[in-house]
C-alpha cells in the first residue's frame, strides 16, 4: 500500500477544529513563488500549480523509466501547501513602523498577496534527485521549469487548527488561534521568515466551499 503522509502524520496534518501548539519539523518541498491574486484566472498564482505537480508526479512515476532514484518507495502525493504573506501598502502605519510587512492577511487585498505554493517532497529526494526530475519534466512536457526550487522549510513551534468553510472566513479561525496561543503563553511570531501557512485538504473544484478543509497554522514563540 502506498504511503499516505497525511495518515501517517495526523498531527500535521489532520489537526482538531480546535488550536493547539505543534513543534513542526524541517520539511523538503518542491515549490513556486509568486505574488497576486490566487484567484485570477490564468494569473500566476493557478499558472504555479502545472508547475508543482509537473516535479511531483515526475518523482512518483520515476519507477516506471529507466532511471531508479535510491530509497524510492510508493507514496500519495502530499497535499498541497501555501506560504502567505503581504507587504505592507504605503502610508499604513505598519508602513511606518519596523516592519514592512503586514502582520496577518488583508483578504481585501488580495492583489497584494506574496506566497508560495509547495507540495512536500519524500525524505528520499535529494538536491541531485530534484534537479534530474526538473530536467526530465522540461525535457518530456517541453515547459520552463526554471521557477520551480527545492525548498526546505524549518517551520518550528506554532499553532494551528483545522478549518472548516470558505478561505474568506478564515480570519475568525485565526483570531481563535491568536487568543489560544496567548492564553498558553506563546506570541504569534509572524516575520519575513515565518509565515502564515495553509494546508488545502479538499479540492475547490470539487467540494462546495462551506466543506472545504484547510490546516492553517502561525508561527509562534514564548513571550
Not at 519539523?25 to 504555479?48: C, H, T, W
Not at 518550528?156 to 492564553?183: L, N, R, W
Request: with cysteine.
Amino acid at each position: 500500500m502506498a504511503f499516505d503522509y497525511k495518515k501517517e502524520y495526523k498531527e500535521f496534518y489532520m489537526p482538531p477544529k480546535r488550536p493547539e501548539i505543534i513543534k513542526i519539523p524541517a520539511m523538503n518541498f518542491v515549490a513556486v513563488r509568486g505574488k497576486g491574486d490566487p484567484n485570477e484566472e490564468n494569473g500566476e498564482y493557478k499558472q504555479s500549480m502545472s508547475l508543482l505537480y509537473g516535479i511531483a508526479f515526475t518523482i512518483k512515476m520515476s519507477y516506471k523509466g529507466s532511471h531508479k532514484i535510491d530509497g524510492y518507495f510508493a507514496y500519495v502525493v502530499p497535499p498541497l501547501e501555501g506560504l502567505w504573506w503581504q507587504l505592507a501598502r504605503k502610508g499604513s502605519a505598519e508602513s511606518e513602523g519596523c516592519r514592512e510587512y503586514v502582520r496577518g492577511l488583508d483578504y481585501a487585498h488580495k492583489e497584494d498577496f506574496q506566497w508560495i505554493s509547495m507540495i512536500r517532497l519524500p525524505d528520499f529526494v535529494t538536491r541531485e534527485v530534484f534537479d534530474w526530475a526538473v530536467a526530465e519534466a522540461a525535457a518530456k512536457k517541453k515547459t520552463d521549469y526554471s521557477k520551480v526550487e527545492f525548498l526546505t522549510y524549518d517551520e518550528g513551534e506554532c499553532v494551528q487548527c483545522m478549518h472548516v468553510g470558505p478561505y474568506d472566513e478564515e480570519p475568525a479561525t485565526i483570531q481563535a488561534m491568536d487568543s489560544f496561543a496567548k492564553e498558553m503563553g506563546y506570541e504569534i511570531d509572524i516575520t519575513e521568515k515565518r509565515h502564515h501557512h495553509e494546508i488545502y485538504l479538499s479540492d475547490p473544484r470539487r467540494t462546495a466551499p462551506e466543506r472545504c478543509k484547510t490546516v492553517v497554522r502561525h508561527p509562534v514563540r514564548k513571550v
